[in-house]
């Protein structure tokens, strides 16, 4: 079994559902079902695809034409949290098909912002611990959520309701929003204040106005 985030692409040679196929005799649902089985059995996911509807044909004439879904990308969950922004395009140039019959099958990709470590991190289980800390870092007098109950009475009474607490969430995300918030954003991260803005732009117009004789500047406001 593969133990890192993997891919496969190509022609797999059949089809995963009768809607995949257009003329020619009906395929047997069986071979189908053995195909999307397997892929199962290893975890692997089908990734779609843009238009065109097929990826093969028999370049024969409309009445004998055959059209079928055979070239795929599939991949493991890991993958998908590696690259969770992508497309699987079908190049179309049916008129000057390649003797093979085969559309080519492009993958594009954009890499998460998070570590593969990050995200598994996320996903691993809050302790009990982990929401006692949390709860008793908060001020005994502010609401913790729409009940309008104060973080006073979670912590008098954290025997009781202890695993309803959810300000672990909180201290988990904190770890990591540096890797998905941007540089650019200052307000809501630690070490980073809101004023930075208005810091920075006072010192963009100090510059402007100190200008050398003669020398064009301009600013623009990028909202």
């Given at each position: 079994m593969v133990s890192y985030p993997s891919l496969v692409g190509g022609d797999f040679n059949e089809i995963l559902y009768m809607s995949e196929k257009t003329g020619g005799a009906p395929?047997?649902?069986?071979?189908?079902?053995?195909?999307?089985?397997?892929?199962?059995?290893?975890?692997?996911?089908?990734?779609?695809?843009?238009?065109?509807?097929?990826?093969?044909?028999?370049?024969?004439?409309?009445?004998?034409?055959?059209?079928?879904?055979?070239?795929?990308?599939?991949?493991?969950?890991d993958w998908q949290q590696l690259f969770p922004v992508f497309s699987v395009e079908h190049m179309e140039f049916w008129n000057s098909l390649p003797s093979s019959g085969h559309l080519e099958v492009v993958?594009?990709?954009?890499?998460?912002?998070?570590?593969?470590?990050?995200?598994?991190?996320?996903?691993?289980?809050f302790s009990m611990e982990d929401m006692w800390v949390a709860l008793f870092q908060m001020d005994s007098f502010k609401a913790s959520g729409v009940d309008w109950y104060l973080a006073n009475f979670y912590q008098r009474f954290w025997s009781v309701v202890g695993e309803d607490v959810s300000k672990a969430l909180a201290n988990q995300l904190r770890t990591i929003l540096g890797y998905v918030i941007d540089e650019s954003q200052s307000a809501f991260i630690p070490g980073?204040?809101?004023?930075?803005?208005?810091?920075?732009?006072?010192?963009?117009?100090?510059?402007?106005?100190?200008?050398?004789?003669?020398?064009?500047?301009?600013?623009?406001?990028?909202?």
């Amino acid at each position: 079994m593969v133990s890192y985030p993997s891919l496969v692409g190509g022609d797999f040679n059949e089809i995963l559902y009768m809607s995949e196929k257009t003329g020619g005799a009906p395929k047997q649902e069986l071979l189908i079902e053995n195909v999307r089985n397997v892929l199962e059995d290893y975890g692997l996911r089908d990734l779609g695809y843009s238009s065109p509807r097929f990826t093969w044909s028999n370049r024969r004439d409309v009445d004998l034409l055959v059209q079928e879904r055979l070239d795929k990308c599939v991949s493991f969950a890991d993958w998908q949290q590696l690259f969770p922004v992508f497309s699987v395009e079908h190049m179309e140039f049916w008129n000057s098909l390649p003797s093979s019959g085969h559309l080519e099958v492009v993958l594009g990709t954009m890499e998460a912002r998070l570590p593969l470590n990050m995200w598994e991190f996320l996903d691993s289980p809050f302790s009990m611990e982990d929401m006692w800390v949390a709860l008793f870092q908060m001020d005994s007098f502010k609401a913790s959520g729409v009940d309008w109950y104060l973080a006073n009475f979670y912590q008098r009474f954290w025997s009781v309701v202890g695993e309803d607490v959810s300000k672990a969430l909180a201290n988990q995300l904190r770890t990591i929003l540096g890797y998905v918030i941007d540089e650019s954003q200052s307000a809501f991260i630690p070490g980073r204040q809101i004023t930075d803005n208005a810091m920075v732009s006072s010192e963009c117009m100090h510059a402007l106005r100190g200008k050398l004789m003669g020398e064009k500047r301009v600013s623009c406001l990028l909202n």
